[in-house]
């Protein structure tokens, strides 16, 4: 679907970022900070049949050329549904409901499944990002009118670009998202200098702990990944998520696992547990994504019985070594309980 808006750029919904020139995309989505709305992750989603329309993700991105140069983008979807996003807004679907009013289907913008923050349009380098936000939001406002959807959510919106769309009448709903920051930290004896003396205890008894039990404790990351350690990673994530049945969310495939192998694995950092004297069959794995001075810390899990390296797994061994004095934040996208352990406060966002 292609509507011209001006002699110099041409508006045009895309649903595959496939059809989207993989150099095109990047070259707007690598300049930020996330890691999550580059063309190899996204495609992956859908390639894999994570992120597509009958899992309630249609994606439907929103793009704007002059000539053949991609100068904006939107990663967007259409969903019938709100599971996958992380905010539950189930509270103004029953308010809809209770007036009469179809919320869905609705249109969002995140990276699916992922609730990091970071989410803005994609917009070149030298554009005027006022007037292409301008004709992005009234190209979004028509595409919702035309096809009766109900409006459009941005989640884990990147805060120096909120108040941009508060500017075009937007309205913004606050939510908590735990991050921990880099304070100066070069060790980690540093790290641990922020707790009280009964939390730094209970950390250090825990890595002793980890001592005695034969457990050894390994990073893997990009090039050194093996293959199969990255798809036992899926293994370890199914499992977990099927404990939890229908609460579960286990949205991602093994196939999306399969793709990161062999296109994003330069972005992914595993940690991993080992019994002593066996360091092919892992008893629990972390799974991290990094970019910059980034680390997302994105699923961990374990096989009964090793829970003694749950925290280790999930926080302190990503955050130990060279891992730590690299990063300035650690996001947690699915770290549960350790979040409030690892002190991660919770800014708004």
């Known amino acids: 679907m292609v509507k011209q808006i001006s002699p110099q ?17 990047d070259r707007l989505a690598q300049p930020l900070k996330t890691p999550f709305f580059e063309w190899d992750w996204l ?8 992120a597509v329309a009958r899992a309630g993700w249609q994606p439907c991105h929103l793009t704007l050329w002059r000539d053949k140069q991609l100068i904006a983008a939107a990663p967007l979807y259409v969903k019938g549904h709100s599971y996958g996003e992380f905010v539950f ?30 989410y803005r349009f994609l917009i070149a380098d030298g554009e005027d990002e006022d007037e292409l936000t301008e004709l992005m939001v009234a190209a979004i406002d028509h595409f919702c009118d035309r096809h009766n959807i109900s409006g459009c959510n941005f989640l884990y919106v990147d805060p120096e670009w909120r108040s941009r769309l508060e500017g075009h009448d937007f309205s913004s709903w606050l939510h908590h998202n735990s991050i921990w920051q880099n304070q100066g930290f070069r ?3 540093d790290y641990l200098g922020m707790f009280n003396s009964n939390q730094r205890r209970n950390i250090k008894r825990e890595r002793k702990a980890l001592s005695k039990s034969g457990l050894e404790m390994k990073m893997h990351a990009g090039d050194d ?18 404990r939890f049945g229908w609460w579960g969310s286990k949205y991602l495939t093994k196939d999306f696992f399969e793709k990161l192998y062999h296109n994003y694995r330069h972005r992914v950092l595993l940690a991993a547990a080992y019994r002593e004297g066996d360091d092919r069959h892992p008893v629990g794995m972390s799974f991290c994504i990094t970019k910059g001075d980034g680390l997302y ?18 926080i302190t061994l990503p955050l130990s070594g060279r891992s730590l004095r690299a990063s300035k934040c650690l996001t947690p996208v699915r770290a549960g309980v350790t979040k ?5 406060p919770p800014p708004p966002s």
């Not at 750029?9 to 995309?25: C, N, S």
């Not at 409030?340 to 991660?344: G, H, N």
Request: aromatic share 16%; net charge negative.
């Open 9 to 25: 750029i041409r508006v045009t919904w895309i649903d595959k970022i496939a059809e989207i020139p993989q150099a095109e995309w």
């Open 187 to 189: 060790t980690f004896d």
């Open 43 to 50: 495609h992956n989603l859908e390639a894999s049949g994570c």
């Open 89 to 118: 807004d189930h509270q103004w679907a029953d308010l809809a409901y209770r007036l009469g009013i179809e919320y869905y289907p609705k249109l969002l913008g995140m990276s699916p499944f992922t609730p990091a923050v970071g």
């Open 297 to 314: 810390g994105r699923y961990w899990a374990v096989f009964p019985n090793t829970t003694a390296c749950i925290l280790t797994l999930a």
């Open 340 to 344: 409030s352990v690892a002190a991660f």
């Open 225 to 242: 990944i093996p293959h199969s350690l990255l798809l036992l990673m899926y293994d370890f994530y199914s499992h977990h998520c099927d």
